[in-house]
């Protein structure tokens, strides 16, 4: 469904990310990884068509996104890593502009707005402003509104952020159902734990390159490593942490210079 | 000099120091600014603006001073200058005030960030007084640079003694900075109160509400009240109950009082002023304290979430989906953000201006009257400044970092937003505009007329419309902004000398129109003609148009510059 061709971006000659290749397919969750500046972002901005590549194509049912962006646009739902809402509008407006900007009928926006936030616990303050809400709220009303218009692709770049332990259960069974119905979904983390259940298979980026994309229990297998976070740590070679801690430690100590 | 000065800034505490930075640089909100916000030049240029009006001011001072030649006359004009000088630093301040409204209290963010450091709140309440006085100061000196010494010296030449020109200087100075102090401190003393006496929630509603209140009641006492200046006037039995109820002839009177020139049947205003200004200075004292005993512990001890009230859900319908989402974002934007709502205010001001000044003359004469190149103008005016107005507001952005959901479900050509914009500007500036004008127009004869003049409003509203969305292929509030790129003073002076002649030739073109039916439907093809050329220009320009949500190209931003 989804294929990432080649991919390559710079930032002013420093490239961010290096023939990235990928493919999502209908029904298949795909975890994404990678330590904070490994390219994952610029990916996902590519993905999303907000960033156009230097090079590489992203391929979606076998178009180029780049030809035909509306119908790209009108198939995908995306929760971003942060979220950043309109915060005056409460959260049943936003769903209301997040439904109308993408040409819904009026009735049935209300209908799925009104059950989506019923559903995530949030209908006691669907008439409040999003800039009370609290992050896992905030995050909540993400999710509605990129499920929202049925996508046939969900692009969710830390949706667990900041939700508690029940909504990240429901999340969790949210995203095994929408497999089972056919949609693609491309999901980035940290949370190696929750990858490591949920996801079909796991492309590990850092320094701008596919390092592994495989299922999870071949890459523990494949390495004779305990699980996904020790894969991890050996595929991108974490610096010593316990280290890296003690000397923050001893910088925190230092009285004068 | 300069090292004196900055000396005597160093004894101070560092917190209060870093803490009225800061809450100086708050009077603008930074994050609603681009990457290349320049807030000190941007409120630079609004310092410029005051100067060129305190220059400006002068000058007819000055020139309408010489050209009198009997010192009765002379006598006159100065007085009226004086309160006139007096009534525009009392509407600065005013607007002032609904610009930095809310910002002297502590807010929620303060409380939160401030609270679990360990800084004094009697340092917060200091370092707000302190911010909020020298923003004050600067409005006072810029506003007086010129006119505080012209006046001060014609009014000396008229007494003829050396002495005299230092007396009409300090007075005239002690007045100003009196009246001006006057009407921040009682703002502040009705909002401490309120905020004290309300619980927190209802008064951030209120609070609101209090705001534009007072921007109205600012500018209704300014374009409404008499000129009363002269000695007859203020003499004038019917007269001593206005007199009584406007501050701006309480500080008038202040003035002539500590220059010697006040008759002596007057001094009760003056005495007004001096009781006003010691209650307005005591009561912001009292409500400022309280406020931050109080405020800062109900702030913390509020609740995180409270279910909000389903309240009064209006559905209207624009026509489209698309154009309901981008119309109902535009006025959920403009309501609720209160920069925003704040800035829009200003060209209100303008319109208001206008239309209270109309009122006033329709009260003034009563019956029913005939069209008048005034009025014309008026109303030519009112919908300039609301449409241009407007435009200029939806180019400040709402949450850049929100934006990324309009980029991401823009499912519809550029043209169909851009039609929706164009919507959005007629609905919410124009047609406010033209209703104004239509009920001020309510008491013209013949009717006639009035509903010849009301199409070609219509239509002017239409080619202003077209005008602002030549090259504005944004979402409204989604852009960029930055304000170097638009010169305030440019644009403001501009607008004076461009389209105030403008309006004048095109109401006096439209008076004989509307007295001959051939010139008039000349005129309706005209302007007819000229709002589809545009409105067909703009259709054109926009098929082949990109929505752009930054002003800067995307390289310029992904590179921080370095390149530079």
């Given at each position: 469904?989804?294929?990432?061709?080649?991919?390559?971006?710079?930032?002013?000659?420093?490239?961010?990310?290096?023939?990235?290749?990928?493919?999502?397919?209908?029904?298949?969750?795909?975890?994404?990884?990678?330590?904070?500046?490994?390219?994952?972002?610029?990916?996902?901005?590519?993905?999303?068509?907000?960033?156009?590549?230097?090079?590489?194509?992203?391929?979606?049912?076998?178009?180029?996104?780049?030809?035909?962006?509306?119908?790209?646009?009108?198939?995908?739902?995306?929760?971003?890593?942060?979220?950043?809402?309109?915060?005056?509008?409460?959260?049943?407006?936003?769903?209301?502009?997040?439904?109308?900007?993408?040409?819904?009928?009026?009735?049935?926006?209300?209908?799925?707005?009104?059950?989506?936030?019923?559903?995530?616990?949030?209908?006691?303050?669907?008439?409040?402003?999003?800039?009370?809400?609290?992050?896992?709220?905030?995050?909540?009303?993400?999710?509605?509104?990129?499920?929202?218009?049925?996508?046939?692709?969900?692009?969710?770049?830390?949706?667990?952020?900041?939700?508690?332990?029940?909504?990240?259960?429901?999340?969790?069974?949210?995203?095994?159902?929408?497999?089972?119905?056919?949609?693609?979904?491309?999901?980035?983390?940290?949370?190696?734990?929750?990858?490591?259940?949920?996801?079909?298979?796991?492309?590990?980026?850092?320094?701008?390159?596919?390092?592994?994309?495989?299922?999870?229990?071949?890459?523990?297998?494949?390495?004779?490593?305990?699980?996904?976070?020790?894969?991890?740590?050996?595929?991108?070679?974490?610096?010593?942490?316990?280290?890296?801690?003690?000397?923050?430690?001893?910088?925190?100590?230092?009285?004068?210079? | 000099?300069?090292?004196?000065?900055?000396?005597?800034?160093?004894?101070?505490?560092?917190?209060?120091?870093?803490?009225?930075?800061?809450?100086?640089?708050?009077?603008?909100?930074?994050?609603?600014?681009?990457?290349?916000?320049?807030?000190?030049?941007?409120?630079?240029?609004?310092?410029?603006?005051?100067?060129?009006?305190?220059?400006v001011h002068s000058l007819v001072t000055y020139v309408g001073f010489v050209s009198m030649g009997?010192?009765?006359a002379r006598?006159g004009f100065c007085l009226h200058m004086?309160?006139h000088?007096?009534?525009?630093?009392?509407?600065?301040?005013?607007?002032?005030?609904?610009?930095?409204?809310?910002?002297?209290?502590?807010?929620?963010?303060?409380?939160?960030?401030?609270?679990?450091?360990?800084?004094?709140?009697?340092?917060?309440?200091?370092?707000?007084?302190?911010?909020?006085?020298?923003?004050?100061?600067?409005?006072?000196?810029?506003?007086?640079?010129?006119s505080?010494?012209v006046v001060?010296?014609l009014?000396?030449?008229?007494?003829?003694?050396?002495?005299?020109?230092?007396?009409?200087?300090?007075?005239?100075?002690?007045?100003?900075?009196?009246?001006?102090?006057?009407?921040?401190?009682?703002?502040?003393?009705?909002?401490?109160?309120?905020?004290?006496?309300?619980?927190?929630?209802?008064?951030?509603?209120?609070?609101?509400?209090?705001?534009?209140?007072?921007?109205?009641?600012?500018?209704?006492?300014?374009?409404?009240?008499?000129?009363?200046?002269?000695?007859?006037?203020?003499?004038?039995?019917?007269?001593?109950?206005?007199?009584?109820?406007?501050?701006?002839?309480?500080?008038?009177?202040?003035?002539?009082?500590?220059?010697?020139?006040?008759?002596?049947?007057?001094?009760?205003?003056?005495?007004?002023?001096?009781?006003?200004?010691?209650?307005?200075?005591?009561?912001?004292?009292?409500?400022?304290?309280?406020?931050?005993?109080?405020?800062?512990?109900?702030?913390?001890?509020?609740?995180?979430?409270?279910?909000?009230?389903?309240?009064?859900?209006?559905?209207?319908?624009?026509?489209?989906?698309?154009?309901?989402?981008?119309?109902?974002?535009?006025?959920?934007?403009?309501?609720?953000?209160?920069?925003?709502?704040?800035?829009?205010?200003?060209?209100?001001?303008?319109?208001?201006?206008?239309?209270?000044?109309?009122?006033?003359?329709?009260?003034?004469?009563?019956?029913?009257?005939?069209?008048?190149?005034?009025?014309?103008?008026?109303?030519?005016?009112?919908?300039?400044?609301?449409?241009?107005?407007?435009?200029?507001?939806?180019?400040?952005?709402?949450?850049?970092?929100?934006?990324?959901?309009?980029?991401?479900?823009?499912?519809?050509?550029?043209?169909?937003?851009?039609?929706?914009?164009?919507?959005?500007?007629?609905?919410?500036?124009?047609?406010?505009?033209?209703?104004?004008?239509?009920?001020?127009?309510?008491?013209?004869?013949?009717?006639?007329?009035?509903?010849?003049?009301?199409?070609?409003?219509?239509?002017?509203?239409?080619?202003?419309?077209?005008?602002?969305?030549?090259?504005?292929?944004?979402?409204?509030?989604?852009?960029?902004?930055?304000?170097?790129?638009?010169?305030?003073?440019?644009?403001?002076?501009?607008?004076?000398?461009?389209?105030?002649?403008?309006?004048?030739?095109?109401?006096?073109?439209?008076?004989?129109?509307?007295?001959?039916?051939?010139?008039?439907?000349?005129?309706?093809?005209?302007?007819?003609?000229?709002?589809?050329?545009?409105?067909?220009?703009?259709?054109?320009?926009?098929?082949?148009?990109?929505?752009?949500?930054?002003?800067?190209?995307?390289?310029?931003?992904?590179?921080?510059?370095?390149?530079?």
């Amino acid at each position: 469904m989804l294929e990432v061709q080649q991919l390559y971006r710079s930032y002013r000659g420093i490239p961010a990310i290096e023939n990235v290749s990928f493919k999502v397919a209908a029904g298949e969750i795909v975890g994404f990884l990678g330590p904070n500046g490994a390219g994952k972002s610029t990916t996902v901005k590519i993905v999303t068509g907000m960033l156009r590549p230097n090079d590489g194509r992203v391929l979606f049912e076998g178009q180029d996104i780049a030809k035909d962006m509306v119908a790209f646009r009108a198939a995908f739902g995306y929760v971003p890593e942060e979220a950043h809402l309109y915060t005056y509008l409460s959260g049943l407006e936003y769903l209301q502009l997040v439904g109308r900007l993408r040409g819904m009928d009026e009735a049935l926006i209300e209908a799925k707005a009104t059950r989506l936030l019923k559903l995530l616990n949030l209908e006691s303050w669907q008439y409040s402003p999003i800039s009370s809400y609290s992050k896992g709220m905030r995050q909540r009303v993400l999710i509605a509104a990129a499920l929202l218009h049925d996508p046939k692709l969900l692009i969710f770049d830390e949706p667990l952020s900041g939700l508690d332990v029940v909504s990240g259960r429901l999340f969790k069974d949210l995203l095994e159902l929408l497999a089972a119905e056919g949609k693609a979904v491309l999901y980035i983390s940290h949370v190696l734990e929750v990858v490591e259940q949920v996801c079909d298979r796991v492309i590990v980026i850092a320094k701008g390159k596919v390092l592994a994309d495989s299922p999870p229990s071949d890459l523990v297998k494949l390495m004779s490593l305990p699980n996904l976070e020790s894969v991890f740590a050996q595929l991108v070679k974490q610096q010593d942490t316990r280290a890296v801690a003690q000397q923050m430690v001893e910088a925190m100590r230092i009285t004068h210079v | 000099m300069h090292n004196l000065i900055q000396k005597l800034i160093n004894r101070l505490p560092l917190d209060f120091r870093i803490l009225c930075r800061q809450f100086m640089l708050r009077v603008i909100d930074l994050e609603a600014l681009s990457i290349q916000a320049d807030v000190t030049g941007f409120l630079g240029q609004f310092a410029g603006v005051l100067i060129m009006l305190s220059l400006v001011h002068s000058l007819v001072t000055y020139v309408g001073f010489v050209s009198m030649g009997d010192p009765q006359a002379r006598l006159g004009f100065c007085l009226h200058m004086e309160h006139h000088l007096i009534a525009t630093m009392m509407l600065v301040v005013g607007l002032f005030t609904v610009l930095s409204w809310d910002a002297t209290f502590p807010d929620r963010r303060d409380v939160m960030v401030l609270s679990p450091l360990p800084v004094a709140p009697h340092t917060i309440l200091s370092a707000k007084v302190s911010a909020s006085a020298a923003v004050l100061g600067i409005a006072i000196l810029t506003l007086n640079c010129a006119s505080g010494f012209v006046v001060p010296f014609l009014v000396g030449v008229l007494h003829g003694t050396p002495w005299s020109f230092y007396q009409s200087l300090a007075a005239y100075w002690i007045a100003i900075v009196g009246a001006s102090a006057f009407l921040y401190c009682s703002v502040l003393t009705i909002q401490g109160f309120t905020a004290l006496l309300l619980p927190r929630r209802m008064f951030l509603r209120l609070s609101a509400i209090l705001q534009l209140a007072a921007f109205g009641l600012f500018l209704a006492v300014y374009f409404l009240e008499p000129t009363l200046s002269s000695p007859d006037a203020m003499a004038a039995p019917e007269n001593q109950g206005l007199l009584a109820c406007l501050p701006s002839y309480w500080f008038f009177a202040l003035f002539n009082q500590l220059n010697g020139t006040l008759p002596a049947g007057f001094t009760w205003l003056a005495v007004r002023a001096w009781i006003g200004f010691a209650i307005a200075i005591c009561g912001a004292a009292a409500s400022l304290l309280l406020c931050y005993v109080r405020t800062m512990k109900k702030t913390i001890e509020e609740p995180d979430l409270v279910p909000g009230a389903r309240g009064l859900h209006w559905m209207p319908w624009f026509g489209g989906s698309l154009k309901t989402a981008i119309a109902l974002f535009s006025i959920r934007s403009l309501t609720r953000s209160r920069q925003h709502r704040v800035a829009f205010s200003f060209y209100l001001a303008f319109v208001f201006g206008i239309a209270l000044s109309l009122l006033r003359d329709e009260l003034a004469s009563g019956a029913a009257s005939e069209i008048t190149v005034g009025f014309l103008i008026s109303t030519f005016m009112m919908m300039t400044f609301a449409v241009f107005g407007l435009r200029s507001v939806f180019a400040l952005p709402v949450s850049l970092t929100a934006n990324w959901v309009l980029r991401t479900t823009q499912l519809r050509s550029s043209e169909k937003y851009i039609a929706a914009t164009r919507g959005s500007l007629l609905l919410f500036a124009a047609m406010p505009a033209w209703l104004l004008s239509a009920g001020l127009a309510f008491h013209l004869r013949p009717a006639s007329q009035v509903a010849a003049h009301l199409a070609i409003l219509a239509l002017l509203g239409w080619i202003l419309a077209e005008l602002c969305l030549i090259g504005f292929y944004k979402v409204p509030f989604t852009c960029s902004y930055l304000p170097g790129k638009s010169n305030i003073q440019l644009v403001f002076w501009a607008f004076f000398i461009v389209c105030l002649p403008l309006a004048v030739w095109i109401a006096e073109i439209e008076l004989d129109a509307l007295h001959h039916a051939l010139k008039f439907a000349c005129m309706a093809a005209v302007f007819a003609a000229t709002a589809l050329g545009l409105f067909g220009f703009n259709g054109f320009r926009a098929r082949s148009a990109v929505l752009y949500f930054e002003e800067l190209p995307e390289e310029v931003i992904t590179t921080l510059k370095l390149s530079a």
